[in-house]
């Protein structure tokens, strides 16, 4: 059977991600960008049949923060290989992931003419484009589980918008629920889509019911294991609510202007006059907007992406992340915002073709510096030898010792020595809380913690360390010391 030129799209967009992919792979030490340190230890606990657990924590408190599907999908390869090949392979998979997500999204879009272009060649390249950016890469070049939800999210689109049984858009929103939480957006844009679309109410029940059941087990995991958290570690190992309640809403006042940041960085960044770049920065994100609106009568993904960048409204932390994995119908978006304006005001075309060719230009230049530079993978390169130069140290350590340090689960994953963070951090609505060293000290005491693993001199963690030398200058005996004061400490107890 002869192939369509749309499923000839989508496999030349999965092809060339694929190679690309693959091309830009890195052996960097897992846990490099913390949250794949946490995945990796949940796969080597789910793997050891310890459960889905924290197994770097003193106690192996049950994990509440991440939902189970991605560590799932890693425990064989952590069960199998050592840590460096199960990074491998997870890696590859992750490459595997994300160009099928890219083909998805390519085969679909130009089927459903999604911009409504005649030029066939034009969503193809956008989508590519997207998938190829450095900041994409760099997801996938560690253990993150973006490229699965991005996989998950370009099925229940592609079903959604095809009418296809609800019971198959349920079946992946649910997955992807079950990958990130912030998949409930999927649901929410899903079920908006096809309402207005006149769908009735009782059609949309076999939609929401697998994911509704999905969270509610999910809630009563969290609900029935939170309490093992330690509450100094709520933020980072404790539940998805424990952020919101702790800065409430006024992280929207800080996020909501900040969201479109990282995709301006992409292709604004090189503008060097400031108040040229706020204008066109503004101008594009009127833009954009408009396309969301667009793509909201014509695809599913409208409103989920409506669903999903509120949700970044409340979330108290930078969208950076979170947008790399949408980041090509992000694209689509912008670019039928761009076409509509072209096509219904010819008096506008001249600054809109301006302002696509500056947008695009700055796109490709940061491409081609990004390439140049090795970007995708520069900061876990310096992070990856930067620890394997303290790992050997930390690995004479007695077994029974307890590291507070940062990416504390990589620590663990190479020297299998229980390890905690050394860094805390809270909020009060916007405000962030450094912890007192009377908290500080009564938190590492009650984590057991023998020893303090200081891995740079210029990270935060180094100046909370400093307070806590200050207020208990006794309570702590240098054992070794790596050059850029990187510190080794041992714990008096009873000082």
Known sequence: MALTREVKAGLVVAAVT???????????????????????????????????VHPNLPGMPAAVHYPPLYPVILAPLFGLFSVGGAALSAKVLNALLAAGAAGLIAWHA?????????KFWFVPAIVLAAALAIPVLATQGVLFAEPLFAVLLALAIVAAD?????????????????TRSIGVAIVAGTAGFLLARRVPMRSLLPLVLPPLGVMLAWGMWVATHQRQIDPALALGYGSYLAPVRHAGLSAVA??????????????????????????????????????????SRRSAIGFTLIFY?????????????????????????????????????PPLRIAVGLLAAIVIGGYATYEIRGFAGRWWDAQARAISANFAELLPVVANLPS????????????????????????????????FIQPTPTEHRAYL???????ILLASASSPSAVQLRNLIGAYPAWLTGLYRWSDGRWLFAVNRGQ
Not at 110 to 118: D, E, F, N, Q, V
Not at 162 to 178: C, D, E, H, N, Q
Not at 271 to 283: E, F, K, Q, S
Not at 320 to 339: C, E, K, S
């Open 110 to 118: 130009s089927r459903t003419a999604m911009l409504g272009l005649t």
């Open 400 to 431: 029974s010792a307890v590291i507070a340090s940062d990416d504390e689960a990589l620590v663990w994953l190479y020297t299998r020595r229980q390890s905690v963070p050394l860094y805390l951090e809270s909020y009060r609505g916007r405000d």
């Open 18 to 52: 694929l190679a690309v992919g693959i091309l830009t792979l890195n052996r960097t030490l897992v846990g490099v960008f913390y949250d794949d340190g946490l995945y990796a230890g949940l796969a080597t606990a789910l793997a050891r049949g310890y459960g889905y």
């Open 254 to 295: 800080v996020n909501v202007p900040d969201i479109s940041r990282p995709l301006e960085a992409l292709t604004l960044g090189w503008i060097p006059v400031r108040w040229i770049y706020d204008i066109l920065a503004t101008i594009a994100l009127g833009i954009g907007l408009y396309g969301l609106a667009l793509l």
């Open 445 to 451: 005491e009650r984590m057991g913690v023998t020893h």
């Open 309 to 345: 960048l509120l949700i970044l409204a409340v979330w108290p932390y930078p969208p950076d992340r979170f947008l790399w994995a949408v980041l090509p119908w992000l694209a689509l978006a912008w670019a039928a915002g761009a076409l509509e304006i072209w096509r219904r005001w």
């Open 162 to 178: 095809r009418g296809a049984s609800p019971w198959i858009v349920a079946a992946a929103a649910a997955l992807a629920l079950l």
